[in-house]
């Protein structure tokens, strides 16, 4: 089966970190950008950060740039979020997506998801 598995969420303090990982089964990573995204209660999903096939390129919301750190490691076929300083408004679940190669704007380029991961961050 083709399949990508989001891993590493859990209840952080404000300011606490956790690394995020997205592995791939029955297909290699290599070709593909890597997207996360988030969608927290009530409120529609949004970009996170993505990656490109090679990890030449990278992108980061404006909400979570300096704090958040996209990596890869092909040949774990894994890509990695390290997300610190974290804050309240960090809380949501947060999913994995791949398509061709470059990361994608649009949110329906990515064809393939994960099932995601809880991320809650709170005093």
């Known amino acids: 089966q083709l399949q990508l598995v989001e891993s590493g969420g859990g209840l952080v303090q404000p300011g606490g970190s956790l690394r995020l990982s997205c592995a791939a089964s029955?297909?290699?990573?290599?070709?593909?950008?890597i997207g996360w995204f988030r969608q927290a209660p009530g409120k529609e999903r949004e970009g996170v950060s993505c990656i490109s096939y090679s990890g030449s390129s990278t992108n980061y919301a404006d909400s979570v740039k300096g704090r958040f750190t996209i990596s890869r490691n092909n040949a774990k076929n894994t890509v990695y979020l390290q997300m610190n300083s974290l804050k309240p408004e960090d809380t949501a679940v947060y999913y994995c997506?791949?398509?061709?190669?470059?990361?994608?704007?649009?949110?329906?380029?990515?064809?393939?998801w994960g099932r995601g991961t809880q991320v809650t961050v709170s005093s």
């Open positions: 029955g297909f290699t990573l290599d070709y593909y950008a």
């Open positions: 997506a791949a398509t061709p190669a470059f990361c994608e704007d649009n949110a329906q380029d990515y064809g393939l």
